[in-house]
């Protein structure tokens, strides 16, 4: 090539990358990667279950209002979604996200219902995927659903064994208080009316599912006085396909995410799921008066 066409050649080309970056608004150093992109956080929720009193169970409402106290974290996409009926769009809307919330009636029962469903969850657990649970979408009343839901979320509610009661007053207890996940969190200062769920079927740590404390693989968070039985309510784990799971077993009533303590300890739950920093005075999980009212009552 004659050595006076060279500088030609090059201004050409420095033409073509000034136009491509020009209007493309990008060069190939700015294509997404897996590091820059989004998280996708899927939060699970469902209509009235028909079995509960209104202001109970309030499924879709609590799930929305996950996502409100969520929703100024950096690079996390929200996406509320009704798992009413067959949820045929589950496993492609499970594969596409980085966690999971699960609110749901009798969640063990329904991950299990749905061949399909189960392996998306799983898929998204082998991943190093997020799992939450809230109160009966941890439930199950026959026994088969228990060992599969144990092994993605720690802990079921599960069986014709399972325990619950309606306390009027009880005043439950934070435990492990040096996790990042209880940031921030103060001892209740009063009691609170709940119905929770014990005496949890636990991952064991040997693989299985127990009842015992001294032999589950999870780590307690909440627990409430119980004799006999385990009291643990609120647990996380660090599963062993390097996944993180957490669980919640109140929130029975809607009106209790009035209390700071619940909205802080579930939100700081779900991004210790999506293995995100907490700060060491915990998230800013303020609300609005009209943000805790359900729809029905406004």
């Known amino acids: 090539m004659p050595t006076n066409f060279l500088p030609l050649v090059t201004s050409l080309l420095a033409m073509f990358v000034w136009f491509f970056i020009g209007h493309t608004g990008r060069s190939l150093a700015d294509e997404p990667t897996a590091n820059s992109r989004p998280q996708r956080l899927l939060l699970i929720g469902q209509g009235p279950d028909g079995s509960h009193k209104p202001t109970t169970h309030e499924y ?9 106290l969520l929703r100024g974290q950096p690079k996390l996409e929200l996406v509320a979604v009704s798992a009413d009926g067959d949820w045929r769009d589950g496993p492609q809307l499970l594969e596409r996200a980085d966690a999971a919330v699960l609110f749901v009636s009798e969640g063990a029962k329904w991950l299990s219902a749905d061949a399909a469903r189960l392996t998306a969850f799983r898929d998204l657990a082998k991943r190093g995927g ?11 009343k026959t026994a088969e659903p ?9 802990a079921c509610h599960g069986g014709p064994d399972r325990k619950f009661k309606d306390f009027g007053q009880v005043l439950p207890q934070w435990t492990n208080t040096e996790h990042p996940i209880l940031r921030g ?33 999870i780590t307690p968070l909440l627990r409430i006085p119980a004799e006999d039985v385990s009291g643990t309510v609120a647990w996380c784990w660090e599963r062993p396909d390097q996944g993180r799971s957490f669980g919640f077993t109140g929130l029975h009533f809607h009106e209790n995410w009035k209390h700071e303590s619940y909205r802080r300890l579930i939100a700081q739950a779900t991004l210790w799921t999506l293995k995100r920093d907490i700060p060491a005075t915990g998230l800013d999980v303020s609300v609005r008066d009209q943000d805790l009212t359900l729809p029905e009552s406004k």
């Open 146 to 154: 228990i060992a599969a839901f144990v092994q993605l979320f720690g």
């Open 130 to 140: 997020g799992l939450v649970v809230l109160h009966w979408g941890t439930g199950t």
């Open 185 to 217: 969190l103060k001892p209740f200062a009063a009691s609170v009316r709940e119905e929770f769920y014990f005496a949890l079927k636990q991952a064991s740590k040997t693989g299985g599912v127990t009842l015992a404390d001294s032999e589950s693989a």
């Open 60 to 68: 879709f409402a609590g799930v929305n209002l996950v996502g409100r």
